[in-house]
């Protein structure tokens, strides 16, 4: 079974330029979440859907973050204007469900760093 | 507020055995995971615990006591690979996954 792929792998930007992050997920998983990381630190959830609803967004920055999932599957991640707080690693995962004991897979992430 | 303790770093020689604690506050608690993170990876999926007690995975053992909202991952025969970042994570009453900061394993020969 193929994991979830995120693209792109690295990306460098200036500060206020646009940015977006692409994630696809493991086939048949119909959650799916973003979360960023910084080093040293563990993973902080930006949002999750359920399908293609977005069922917790409270911990994204609405006023320049934004995610969208259509169709249930692929997912993007968007920042507009990124600032320099924004570097971190951004995380893709999916899971069969929502009950607690659903563990996540994780894609391989998108290294930003804003300049 | 939740919150998830774990050591920052540990130390353990190749070959031995080590404990890795976790304790946590959360509201609610419906089971914790143990995830391994490599350097530059993604985390990948260790165990699960809901119930007291100890679950054994191959050389990988995690515990869990609700009561003391404690838990341990046991590594046994460390491997230079197992040189990892640990981090424990609680799902809340939301079903919301709290991560901890995870604890950097250094293995040395």
């Not at chain 2, 070959?15 to 391994?36: D, H």
Request: with cysteine; charged share 20%; proline share 5%.
């Amino acid at each position: 079974e193929a994991g979830v792929v995120q693209s792109p792998r690295y990306k460098i930007i200036e500060k206020k330029q646009p940015v977006a992050f692409w994630c696809n997920p493991i086939s048949g998983h119909n959650t799916l979440y973003w979360y960023l990381q910084n080093l040293g630190q563990g993973p902080e959830l930006l949002i999750r859907y359920e399908n293609e609803e977005a069922v917790d967004d409270s911990q994204l920055p609405k006023d320049r973050f934004s995610a969208e999932r259509l169709k249930g599957v692929d997912s993007t991640l968007k920042i507009q204007p990124a600032e320099l707080g924004d570097s971190a690693v951004y995380l893709c995962a999916s899971s069969r469900g929502t009950g607690p004991s659903y563990e996540q897979y994780f894609g391989p992430g998108t290294r930003l760093t804003v300049t | 507020g939740q919150n998830i303790d774990q050591p920052t770093e540990m130390t353990a020689t190749e070959g031995a055995i080590v404990q890795i604690n976790c304790t946590y506050q959360t509201s609610g608690f419906n089971g914790l995971f143990w995830y391994q993170q490599h350097a530059g990876e993604a985390p990948t999926f260790l165990s699960y615990n809901v119930l007291d007690g100890l679950e054994e995975k191959g050389r990988f053992s995690s515990f869990l006591s609700r009561s003391k909202g404690y838990s341990y991952l046991l590594l046994k025969e460390l491997q230079m690979k197992d040189s990892a970042s640990y981090l424990c994570a609680v799902v809340d009453s939301n079903y919301q996954l709290i991560w901890g900061a995870g604890t950097k394993l250094i293995i040395k020969p």
